[in-house]
């Protein structure tokens, strides 16, 4: 378990790495209004990576480390991905159709592209991790930021940064994502042997006896995590998106630690949890939460002593008083990264539906105070709405795992407890 975790860690310390020397290059070159597009398109992409999560990914997570047989069902979730781009690239090229939706800065194709080859990624992240191999994760990884850096090395040296538009970056994630998952690709096939429609369904209908209410969870948690980005960027503009997003740069990599952790610890905990093995299930959550609440106040702490520096030298004029929305967002982190280590373990024991509800309060009073800060016109004091959806999903989570599951899952497929 540890080395795993250690692997892990290694590989989204080195995503987290990329993730933010680029946007701090973006930040630094690109004005507030280019940032801000590029955050909502980025921003959009972790929208649908958790439909993904909800339908594809977790179920692969759960279900397979508790089975004995679980290649008819890898075989499903394989599919069932592939028909999920399929949908998400017709339904991103109708919205791109639809009058206000669309941008100037990239083509409509590239968009689709982007996420498309973004999910194809994640999905084989996931499926990898979930089956605790690591090393071809960690080496998929390595060549996606390689391939990007040499890209991006070849366009500073011929245009700069500042003259680098929306739409070569856009094309130099593409190729580089795409070239780093060659060998997975390759394995995949196996998986995809003939499946009629009607096997399809009969063999995913027991997983979206579960997945569906994961599905109402990610919703909620989107509208209560990412909705002001669509809300502000309706009422304030892309400029203070990227104001807003600008403050949350030293966070967003951070997540991907979360990432990382429970990577590793919901097939654990789902094998845990299948063995009945309680003791050492509590104990596992208990050490997670711990280490995230520690890391995040040491974290918080170096941030506000080393501030005055990182302000004069990485901010512009155009991102005064962005140290307003910096410490908002700090509590916002500490807050998530304490509520998924707890929803990993719920998710582990299969019991998505009172997880479920948990987002769906925090939505709700997320949803409630967004709409005053912009009734207001607040634009600076928005993320106060996600500090308040998180507070009240926590307390609910927290909830949960007083009152565990009253039966483990093993072969089963529900478990609503």
């Known amino acids: 378990m540890k080395t795993k975790v250690v692997v892990s860690a290694i590989d989204q310390g080195l995503l ?6 680029l ?21 959009l992409s972790f929208v649908f990576i958790s439909f993904q999560n909800a339908l594809i990914n977790t179920p692969y997570s759960v279900l397979i480390p508790a089975r004995e047989n679980p290649d008819p069902l890898r075989r499903t979730l394989s599919w069932s991905n592939i028909l999920f781009l399929i949908a998400l690239a017709v339904l991103c090229t109708l919205l791109q159709m639809v009058p206000g939706l669309s941008q100037p800065y ?4 590239l968009v689709t592209l982007f996420f498309v080859i973004r999910l194809l990624r994640e999905y084989f992240r996931c499926r990898w991790s979930a089956e605790l191999e690591l090393m071809p994760v960690l080496w998929a990884d390595l060549a996606f930021v390689s391939l990007f850096t040499l890209g991006a090395g070849l366009l500073w040296w011929q245009l700069g940064w500042a003259n680098v538009s929306l739409d070569q ?27 009629n429609w009607r096997q399809l369904a009969s063999h995913y209908a027991p997983v979206w006896q579960q997945s569906r209410w994961s599905l109402v969870g990610v919703t909620t948690t989107e509208i209560q995590n990412r909705g002001y980005i669509f809300v502000v960027g309706l009422l304030f503009g892309s400029t203070m998106v990227g ?14 630690i979360t990432s990382a952790w429970t990577r590793v610890a919901k097939p654990t905990l789902a094998r845990l949890n299948a063995e009945g093995k309680q003791d050492a299930f509590q104990k596992l959550v208990r050490q997670g939460l711990i280490g995230f609440l520690l890391f995040n106040l040491l974290f918080s702490l170096a941030l ?34 304490l509520r998924a280590t707890g929803s990993a373990a719920i998710q582990a024991q299969n019991r998505f539906k009172p997880l479920a509800k948990a987002t769906l309060w925090g939505a709700l009073f997320a949803l409630s105070s967004l709409a005053l800060i912009g009734l207001t016109g607040g634009g600076a004091w928005v993320v106060v709405s996600v500090n308040i959806g998180e507070a009240v999903a926590f307390g609910y989570v927290l909830r949960l795992l007083q009152r565990p599951a009253q039966q483990p899952i093993a072969q089963g497929v529900t478990n609503d407890n």
């Open 243 to 256: 104001f807003i997003q600008a403050g949350r740069v030293f966070f967003g990599p951070l997540n991907i």
């Open 304 to 337: 506000f002593l080393f501030w005055p520096l990182l302000e004069a030298h990485l901010f512009s004029d155009d991102y005064q008083n962005v140290g307003w929305v910096t410490m908002q967002w700090a509590i916002v982190t500490l807050l998530f990264h």
């Open 169 to 195: 970056l856009l094309w130099l994630l593409c190729i580089s994502q795409l070239l780093s998952l060659g060998y997975m690709l390759v394995k995949e096939v196996p998986l995809l042997q003939p499946m």
């Open 106 to 109: 990239a083509s409509s194709a």
């Open 23 to 43: 946007n701090l290059a973006l930040i630094k070159f690109w004005t507030p209004a280019l940032f801000g597009v590029y955050s909502i398109l980025f921003t």
């Open 16 to 21: 987290s790495a990329f993730n933010f020397g």
